[in-house]
Structure formats: C-alpha cells, structure tokens
C-alpha cells in the first residue's frame, strides 16, 4: 500500500471536520473544501523544483525563486473542481487539464467519457486532484490516462483516502504521491468512504 502524507495541520483537521459535518451547508462545504485545498496543495508542493532567478526591487536587484517545470492541475471532473478552484489561484499561471470520469453506481467501476490534456504533460509536475480516493478506480483510470500522454511527476490530492483505494493505486501506479487529510477506515457496501463525508461532489455543487 502507497504510503501517502497525511497533513495533521490543526487548520486542516478543522475544515475537515466542517466537511464530515452531515448539516454543513452547501455554501460553507464550498469554503471549507476550498480552503483545505490551499493547505493540501502547499504540503504537496513542499518539495517542488525551483530554479534561481533575479528580480529588480524598488532598489536593488536581489535573488529570487521560480517553478523549474510547468504546473499542470487535472481536476477529475466534476468534484475535483472544487478544489482546483482553490488552488488555481495560488499557481495562475499552471496549466489546467481535465478528465471526465463517472462512477457506475452498481459496480463502482469507473467510466472514462473525457480528457482534454496538454503537450507539456512530460516536461511537468501534475497534481491529479479528487476530494475522495476511494476504490481507487478514477484515479488509476486517470493515472493512466496521464501517463500516456507523458506524465512522469504525478502527485494526487484528495481529501479523504482509505485503504481499498490506496492498495490500488500502489498495485498500479506506485510511483504516484498521495497527499491527503484523512485515512478513513474502508468503504461501505456501495463503495463510500466511511465515515467519510458523502459525495463530494453533490454536497459541493447541490446537485
């Protein structure tokens, strides 16, 4: 089993008990999903390659930090938008790709119906985001998807993970960094994390 970071920050333990909560308002569940998105995507980018640059202050040039690569995000849609809507801001200049993957709800296996990615996929850091991992069916279908089109530095960003969709990924893509908030348990019968915090995506967009 891939042996993901677990962000333990006070911060974004907070929000996601605000996300667990059964009576968060579609509203709030936005904001709180938003803002656990900036902190999972600052752990994520701990680590990311920079190159050295110089800048001219107001009164002299000193030395600063850029990306080394391009920053591709790829929100598997639709619930991953809501947390590339966090993001985005924080990267603007990142590339934003997507991937359309629905769940058949009576095998929970995934069913890819659209991708639209970019030619720097090789040459870039590509941050998979999902609210939720867990079969790990989307976000192996997604991995490969990206893979093919020349991925190599893939790191996903969920918020709630569990084991079942962690043994997964690590049995087909074991080169993927999974950075999440929470390790749930396992999954019910109709394959939902528990506890979990329902569908992502009905509770972030009320539909």
């Given amino acids: 089993m891939i042996s993901p970071v677990i962000v333990v920050h006070p911060l974004a333990q907070i929000h996601l008990t605000e996300l ?6 579609c509203g709030q569940f936005r904001w709180h999903l938003q803002r656990l998105a900036e902190i999972l995507f600052t752990e994520a980018t701990r680590s990311l390659a920079t190159a050295p640059v110089r800048v001219q202050t107001p009164l002299v040039e000193t030395a600063g930090s850029a990306f080394a690569r391009s920053v591709v995000l790829v929100p598997i849609l639709r619930a991953g938008l809501g947390l590339q809507e966090a993001i985005l801001p924080l990267v603007p200049e990142a590339t934003v790709a997507h991937v359309g ?14 991708a639209k990615l970019p030619a720097v996929l090789k040459e870039a850091d590509v941050f998979l985001l999902d609210p939720m991992l867990a079969t790990g069916g989307s976000a192996c279908s997604a991995v490969t998807q990206l893979k093919e089109a020349g991925a190599t530095r893939i790191t996903l960003i969920c918020v709630v993970s569990c084991p079942q969709g962690l043994q997964a990924l690590a049995a087909q893509h074991p080169d993927v960094t999974v950075v999440t908030a929470a390790v749930d348990p396992g999954l019910n019968e109709r394959s939902y994390i528990v506890p979990g915090l329902g569908d992502a995506g009905d509770r972030c967009f009320g539909t």
Avoid: G
């Fill in 20 to 25: 667990r909560r059964q009576h968060t308002s």
């Fill in 101 to 114: 993957i629905a769940r058949d709800e009576a095998t929970a296996l995934p069913m890819p119906y659209y």
